[in-house]
């Protein structure tokens, strides 16, 4: 196996470039987010990425969850020390509210950290994601009650959380959600139930697991607007506030998936010996707005996922390109020389480099914009940012996850028949990076999102206020000088995207149907777009150290070789990966009409 090595240069480069962290740490509340304490973080985590989730990942793999017949999980090998250290160091509070256990520092450098956990062991750390995706909601829709009882228990990691969505007959069509809650005179409710792909949903790594769970009250209307939120508890808490009589809720069952073995996918039961006892969570009928806090998490940590996925795979395939021999050299004709000398396994090593960069530039000033929208006293500074993350979590979540794929792909095509065989450890990412794109609502629903309730909802109102912003990048590249291939690629996309983006505002209204078919080749265009502006910002401010002396000051994001090297892999993407802009855009005005041209008797 290939020992993991954090990405810091690229991770403290873009997050002090394209996130703002000096900016950033000058806000209110985000003030002891010092370079130092930055940098010994983001150092620490690479540590224990490195050190304790790494060597547990393959036995996660191997060994997979079995569920006995008691209804009790047993996970893999070295789950429950990881966990253990894991939660007493803090990691899941990193970014949540001192006031309740965490540690309050930005989402800029979460983000990194979230990386380096799913680079190393993915299955392992979906467990205090979730922690994470419920705190938010706590913290947003809990009356002062249920954040004492709860909130601080999640941060500490001391219990742990699930959320409920899915229904065997529901799918992602929440509004056909059939379980139901019943209130009791002593204002709790019961719960009665079934949920399926809940992931972690039993397990014995925390003293209680907090489920938030999506049922009907009986008046409730129909539909979405039915639906209320419900804290259901394991362990139902004694006068202490302490886990005792065990709730009735119960995994029926574990999924045997294609990846992510170490983390068990449950059916939970609830209310089969009288009702499960239940929390309201918010207002009644509108826990999916609740729930929507924890799905928005989720969803921009699966598009970390991608990132971290594509970096790993990325350093597997470039240590087994650095030492497998075959062939000759192309170019010298030379023998004996490892296949990072031919030119295509070059050229997919330098893909796989380029995207994943990419991805990490987009996320990375994208956390940034979620910073700036919670702690920047200007108000229009931070609706601005508000905006920002909103229009583009579809695609922190949908192209990252497949370009994340993709990337998984290419590394496999690296070790060649060798890819195939489970022992060298490549195929578990591939496999493990196949379910990214599909939970937390498909690619196709997040085009969906950013076309119909993103996109025409407000007639691209922060669209066009985005590519303003591409613009002015636009023209800083030009006035720099010696970027030309780079400004001359970021204007190509840019006029792709605004080609697609006039004829989806167009036809929205009079043709949804067809402007839907091209949600998805949409949403990549965006994705492609934007990560080659983060890019092109990237390039400017490595030119920028380059010309301003900075390479004389020591330090790994000071070197000139690294600057150069940051230069050059943004031209390439622009050459490789910005072509496809026009090829979406095309797709996006063609497809629907062609495929409203073809009859359904013909499928």
């Known amino acids: 196996m290939v020992d993991y090595k954090a990405p810091l240069r690229d991770m403290q480069f873009l997050l002090e470039e394209l ?99 799913f680079s190393t062991n993915m299955a392992f750390a979906m467990l205090p994601q979730l922690n994470v995706s ?157 729930m929507f806090i924890m799905m928005n998490e989720a969803r921009f940590g699966v598009g970390i996922q991608g990132v971290g996925l594509g970096e790993r795979a990325y350093q597997f395939a470039l240590a087994h390109a650095r030492e497998r021999v075959q062939g000759r050299d192309a170019v010298s004709g030379e023998s004996g020389r490892p296949i990072l000398c031919h030119p295509d396994v070059k050229r997919m090593m330098l893909s796989m480099r380029a995207r994943v960069m990419a991805m990490r530039a987009l996320l990375y000033a994208a956390a940034g914009w979620f910073d700036r929208a919670r702690h920047h006293p200007d108000a229009e500074v931070a609706a601005k940012c508000r ?56 690619t196709g629903i997040q085009g969906n999102d950013l076309i119909g309730r993103k996109i025409l909802r407000e007639k691209g109102e922060t669209l066009h206020e985005l590519v303003a912003d591409m613009g002015t990048t636009l023209e800083a590249l030009h006035v720099a000088g010696g970027l030309d291939e780079i400004a001359a690629g970021l204007a190509e996309n840019l006029a792709a995207l605004r080609l697609a983006m006039d004829w989806v505002l167009g036809e929205g209204g009079e043709r949804p149907g067809e402007v839907l078919a091209g949600a998805v080749p949409f949403l990549m265009l965006l994705g492609t777009v934007c990560g080659g502006w983060q890019l092109a910002r990237a390039a400017l401010a490595a030119q920028r150290r380059l010309q301003g002396g900075a390479a004389e000051g020591g330090g790994e994001g000071s070197d000139p070789t690294y600057l150069q090297g940051v230069v050059e892999l943004v031209r390439f993407y622009f050459a490789t990966f910005g072509p496809q802009a026009a090829a979406h855009a095309a797709t996006v005005c063609r497809a629907g009409p062609a495929l409203a041209r073809y009859p359904e008797a013909a499928f």
């Open 134 to 290: 419920q705190a938010e909601a706590l913290l947003i829709a809990g009356d002062a009650a249920q954040k004492e009882t709860w909130l601080r228990k999640v941060v500490s990691g001391e219990w742990g959380s699930t959320m409920n969505l899915t229904e065997p007959q529901a799918g992602s069509d929440l509004a056909a959600t059939r379980c139901r809650a019943e209130p009791q005179a002593d204002g709790s409710y019961r719960v009665f139930g079934q949920k399926i792909f809940i992931s972690y949903g039993e397990h014995e790594l925390t003293g209680n697991i907090v489920h938030l769970v999506l049922a009907r009250l009986p008046d409730a209307p129909a539909g979405v607007k039915g639906l209320s939120l419900f804290i259901v508890p394991k362990y139902l808490l004694g006068a202490d506030g302490e886990p005792g009589a065990r709730n009735d809720v119960r995994c029926i069952s574990i999924e045997h998936k294609l990846g992510i073995h170490g983390s068990p996918t449950c059916t939970m039961s609830y209310g089969d010996a009288g009702g499960a006892v239940g929390y309201l969570l918010g207002a009644p009928n509108r826990g999916l707005e609740t």
């Open 387 to 442: 905006r920002y993350v909103d229009l583009l979590m579809p695609v922190a979540k949908g192209w990252c996850t497949e370009v994340g794929n993709e990337v998984c792909d290419d590394a496999i095509q690296v070790f060649g028949g060798m890819g195939f065989v489970e022992e060298t450890g490549i195929a578990q990412f591939f496999r493990d990076a196949r379910i990214i794109t599909i939970y937390e609502g498909t």
């Open 19 to 117: 996130a703002g962290l000096d900016e950033i740490a000058g806000l209110p509340g985000c003030e002891e987010a010092s370079g130092d304490l930055v940098a010994a973080v983001l150092e620490e985590a690479g540590r224990f990425a490195a050190g304790v989730l790494a060597p547990i990942n393959r036995a996660g793999d191997v060994q997979g969850c079995r569920l006995d017949g008691d209804g009790r999980v047993h996970l893999p090998d070295g789950w429950k020390a990881a966990y253990e250290r894991f939660s007493e160091a803090g990691w899941i509070g990193l970014s949540l509210p001192q006031a309740w256990g965490g540690q309050g520092l930005p989402r800029v450098l979460s983000t990194a950290v979230w990386e380096m956990w």
